[in-house]
């Protein structure tokens, strides 16, 4: 309670406690009212989560520009930040963009709400920021036959999954490098599908099944459309146009399209078998 509140305490007397004291002490130092920004730097500077904590959710605290833009690089590692900052006063639209790329889907519905922005276009921001599979750093690779390719890409797909290092991101990192047959393997992957299945939604005459199959394994539906046009881009304009944009309906859960995938293209699928 002293020092949350003692009026006699200075910046040289917190900024010693943040040095020299114990975790909750420093804490209670984040949550003093109305603490200068030289104090708040200082928290910043010693990136302990809980006392970030305390930071951001002190509104009377003084952070600057440069503060609240520390802060959020710093949610990219501390989920526990994210909300408070979504929240914050101080939180300008260009920070909400850049903290939109590593939130969930409510925290993102919350800043497309508070600053009344267009979900696609934050969507656009996300597809371009994505990070996940390294370009090689070597000569490129002689040509090899397409089965070839294939294989290669499949292998990768195992050892990243292996590693524990497959994740939504990569796909979308595949698709901007015209890696068909990456997203595809990856996909099959992370959904639980077969490669069959995949390419048979990347032929379909709608995006329905594709999009089910992208929402199963986390790829958020701001960015599917974005996803969309560079996908008929590499492959002979499939999927195609027909039908409405069911990405448009709202937010769908992982569990829920999955199963929707595998009910529209499995039927699909064994019928195109059984017409071969």
Not at 107 to 129: C, H, M, P, T, W
Not at 175 to 194: D, I, M, N, P
Request: hydrophobic content about 45%; glycine content about 8%.
């Amino acid at each position: 309670p002293i020092l949350e509140s003692s009026p006699i305490l200075q910046d040289e007397d917190l900024l010693r406690v943040l040095i020299e004291a114990s975790l909750e002490h420093q804490i209670a130092v984040a949550r003093r009212p109305h603490i200068s920004g030289r104090v708040a730097d200082a928290v910043i500077d010693k990136a302990e989560p809980a006392v970030l904590m305390a930071l951001t959710t002190n509104r009377t605290a003084e952070i600057s520009g440069e503060g609240i833009r520390r802060l959020v690089e710093h949610s990219r590692r501390i989920a526990a930040l994210r909300g408070p900052l979504i929240r914050h006063p101080l939180l300008t639209e260009a920070l909400a963009e850049q903290l939109y790329q590593w939130v969930g889907t409510a925290l993102r519905q919350s800043i497309a709400a508070r600053f009344n922005v267009d979900e696609k276009a934050l969507g656009a921001a996300v597809y371009d920021a994505v990070e996940g599979i390294i370009r090689p750093t070597g000569p490129e690779p002689d040509p090899v036959d397409q089965h070839g390719r294939d294989e290669m890409e499949r292998r990768l797909i195992d050892k990243l999954q292996s590693a524990g290092q497959l994740r939504a991101g990569l796909l979308i990192r595949a698709v901007r490098e015209k890696r068909l047959s990456l997203f595809a393997h990856g996909l099959s992957a992370l959904g639980g599908f077969t490669v069959g299945q995949v390419r048979a939604a990347l032929s379909a005459p709608t995006p329905e099944a594709l999009y089910y199959a992208c929402a199963a394994v986390g790829i958020d539906r701001a960015v599917f459309p974005t996803l969309l046009v560079e996908l008929r881009k590499l492959n002979d304009s499939l999927p195609g146009d027909q039908g409405e944009p069911i990405w448009l309906r709202g937010a769908l859960s992982q569990g829920s399209a999955a199963r929707a995938f595998k009910v529209l293209i499995g039927a699909d699928h064994d019928e195109l078998k059984a017409a071969v």
